[in-house]
């Protein structure tokens, strides 16, 4: 049986401190593979990526 269950998009935002060394780009994908793996999530992307000054 089959049954229709409701999916339910969520956001997050997540702000990473850095070592100069690290690859943004990289950390998120991990991101991504944690929260599939953990939670057996359907998907799990990156929408954007938002560098910010120091300040």
Do not use: F, Q, W
Request: proline content about 5%; glycine content about 2%.
């Amino acid at each position: 049986m089959i049954r229709n269950v409701p999916r339910t998009d969520v956001y997050l935002k997540v702000e990473l401190d850095l070592d100069p060394k690290e690859k943004p780009e990289r950390v998120a994908a991990e991101i991504c593979r944690t929260i599939r793996r953990i939670y057996g999530v359907r998907k799990a992307e990156v929408s954007s990526m938002v560098e910010r000054d120091e300040s």
